[in-house]
């Protein structure tokens, strides 16, 4: 019997946050929540895309990292899906 499929992301906004947090010193999910004020459990859903941030805390997260916004988020599909 296989496993169930994984269901589809809840957003269309993807990041790399995963990716930079090992790029700046493997730095923890926890580290970085504490770094923006969230819960650690908040940086799980966002690097799951189950999640997709308010602007304020995308600025924080993309200030953690010197980047500018669109360098941290970005459409899954490379485009905005139709409204």
């Avoid at 997260?61 to 899906?81: I, T």
Wanted: a positive charge.
């Amino acid at each position: 019997m296989s496993a169930a499929p994984k269901p589809p992301p809840a957003t269309p906004v993807d990041n790399l946050l995963r990716r930079l947090r090992f790029e700046h010193g493997e730095m923890s999910q926890e580290a970085l929540a504490r770094a923006v004020g969230v819960t650690r459990q908040t940086i799980v859903a966002l690097e799951g895309g189950r999640y997709a941030p308010s602007l304020e805390l995308a600025m924080r997260l993309c200030h953690v990292f010197g980047r500018k916004v669109d360098e941290v988020f970005f459409w899954r599909d490379g485009a905005p899906p139709p409204l």
